[in-house]
């Protein structure tokens, strides 16, 4: 069975930093893209970062770009969100996702979710 | 980047009804389209991908159509499990994939 738990949510102030990790079992990480995603309270989903499953190709959102990177140990079998200049608007429940594969961005599996809420 | 719009954005129907939804982009996104499920409180649920094929373990109820810029998602009979949340997400280029804002259906 496919698991992904999320970790390192919480309360920041605005400008301030965060490190989500993501533990993965239940399938070969080193094989699959994965991503973030994220869904602001009452909101709808927002598609945060990718990274290829060698972490040869990453990619951003503009919202996050320059301020969040994607990382993963394959090793560790984890994914990793480093989140530095975090904004109010960044408050959400951040998603580790495993993309379908042969694909980045098509999402077969998710977490259960972290909440980063940015607030003074 | 790509926009992805949705409607209706909220939808009453009754079990049993076939309903339809339907998500338009900004511009052409070939076939890369899928759409999610999401339940209150859950992570969400991929049903269709590459706009018409089923996910495995997706009730033969659900079906997707449509390329371009144009698609819609089909529920042909409603389930009482069948209402939720629907999003439509494009994948056409990682440097922007943008998701709907989201259809809710509700029981009528």
């Known amino acids: 069975e496919v698991q992904l738990v999320e970790s390192g949510g919480g309360l920041v102030k605005p400008g301030g930093s965060l490190r989500l990790s993501c533990a993965a079992s239940?399938?070969?990480?080193?094989?699959?893209?994965m991503n973030w995603v994220r869904q602001a309270p009452g909101k709808g989903l927002e598609w945060v970062s990718s990274?290829?499953?060698?972490?040869?190709?990453?990619y951003y959102a503009d919202s996050v770009k320059g301020r969040f990177t994607i990382s993963r140990d394959n090793a560790k079998n984890s994914l990793y969100l480093q989140m530095n200049s975090l904004r109010a608007e960044d408050t959400a429940v951040y998603y580790c996702a495993r993309a379908r594969g042969g694909t980045m961005i098509v999402v077969v599996d998710w977490g259960q979710g972290t909440l980063v809420t940015v607030s003074s | 980047d790509i926009q992805m719009t949705q409607s209706p954005s909220i939808l009453s129907a009754s079990v049993g009804d076939r309903v339809t939804i339907t998500c338009r982009a900004s511009?052409?996104?070939?076939?890369?389209l899928a759409w999610y499920q999401q339940k209150p409180g859950k992570a969400p649920n991929l049903l269709i991908y590459?706009?018409?094929s089923l996910e495995s373990g997706v009730p033969s109820r659900f079906s997707g159509s449509g390329s371009g810029t144009e698609f819609t998602l089909t529920i042909s009979s409603l389930q009482p499990d069948d209402f939720a949340t629907y999003y439509c997400q494009q994948y056409n280029s990682y440097s922007g994939i943008t998701f709907g804002q989201g259809t809710r259906l509700e029981i009528k």
């Open positions: 990274i290829s499953s060698g972490s040869s190709y990453i």
């Open positions: 239940g399938f070969t990480f080193s094989s699959y893209n």
């Open positions: 511009q052409s996104i070939s076939s890369w």
């Open positions: 590459k706009a018409s």
